[in-house]
């Protein structure tokens, strides 16, 4: 089988598209497929990244003659534009079997036009804001799976949808015990994503400054825009280690006591190892879905990071370093959602049909 993935990483977009798509991929090719990528060339792509895992990767245009500079990351991107880069890539490739789409700025026109290039289509959505035109679609959010189905209309009748934390495309080591949940928090772990856009992290440790009695592991992310103050702040704790990656983040994980952090991709590994946490959306498309997780006890949500004062933040740390039985209560309700076989699960769909 061969499976080609169309998603993209970059300063702006982050890396949870890619780092999701890659543990899709881990599985495919577990099972005997021939994975390829195709990324653009942005600031901040992952495109050396996915080569190093050994998948081939097709390297798209970073820019786009009617697109805007300061588009979002919602924005759509010019769909004929980006279909004509890929079949110029792939014109002397046979047509796939599965195409797999994980972009906010891709919909249903895209979709219709690359059934050229494959046989069958997959699209891995979080926002539920616009059509797809494929055969399959995964929606991991929490949000996906306790309102009423938010893609009806949106897709095909045809098209099978996989909703919910359930399939959660996580790594296999995620499939794993849950952590011991100490009587006082002693380790903390902070990280708001590949690139940390949002600024969090410094705001975070800035907040922590008279906690000195916490260990701290810090992934601020590539690139980060406060890396020198971060360094400067991390060098008069001995206790606080800083590192712009992890080659070990499962490791991070499994050691720490909570976690503070935002509600993007690494919140199903939280949940898969039960680590209690303090959530801080850094992008408009997290809010409704943390929001509906601290409903559900799973962790505690902290607003908006641009709405979140110093006080309130190290309130929250303060009441729960203490509370083993409301971070047990965190811990066990995140389990009960997340198993971290979501990814063999899709792998499986879509494995059969080829």
Known sequence: MRVLIRTD??????????????????????????????????????????????????????????????????????????????????ADEPAFDWLIVDHYGLDARWETAARQLAHRLMAIDDLANRPHA????????YAAQALANPYVGLVPATCQ??????????????????????????????????????????????????CRTLELDVVAGLHNPDWDALQALCS?????????????????MREADLFIGAGGGTTWERAAV????????????????????????VHRYLGPHDHLSPAHLKAAIHALIDDPKQRQ???????????????????????PLQ
């Open 134 to 141: 494929v055969d399959i679609l995964l929606d991991q959010n």
């Open 236 to 252: 008069t704790r001995p206790n606080w280690r800083l590192q712009a990656l992890a080659d070990d983040f499962f490791g991070l």
């Open 9 to 90: 990483a970059s300063i702006a977009i982050g890396s949870g598209h890619v780092a999701r798509c890659l543990t899709l991929a881990h599985a495919l090719r577990k099972r005997g497929a021939q994975v390829h990528f195709a990324c653009r060339r942005l600031p901040g792509h992952a495109i050396e990244r996915l080569s190093d895992a050994g998948f081939l990767t097709y390297a798209l245009p970073a820019h786009y003659r009617h697109e805007h500079s300061d588009a979002g990351i919602e924005a759509a991107l010019p769909w004929q534009e980006d279909i004509y880069a890929l079949g110029e890539q792939l």
């Open 161 to 210: 949808t996989f909703l919910g934390p359930h399939f959660a495309l996580l790594r296999e080591e995620f499939q794993c015990a849950a952590i011991p949940i100490k009587p006082r928090v002693e380790r903390v772990l902070v990280n708001f994503g590949g690139f940390d856009a949002a600024r969090q992290v410094h705001a975070t440790l800035s907040a922590l400054s008279d």
């Open 274 to 297: 039960g680590l209690p946490t303090l959530c801080i959306s850094v992008a408009h498309n997290q809010e409704l879905n943390a929001r509906l997780l601290a409903q559900a006890g």
């Open 329 to 351: 209560a965190m811990a066990e309700r995140s389990r009960m959602l997340v198993d971290g076989q979501g990814a063999d699960r899709l792998a499986d769909a879509l494995t």
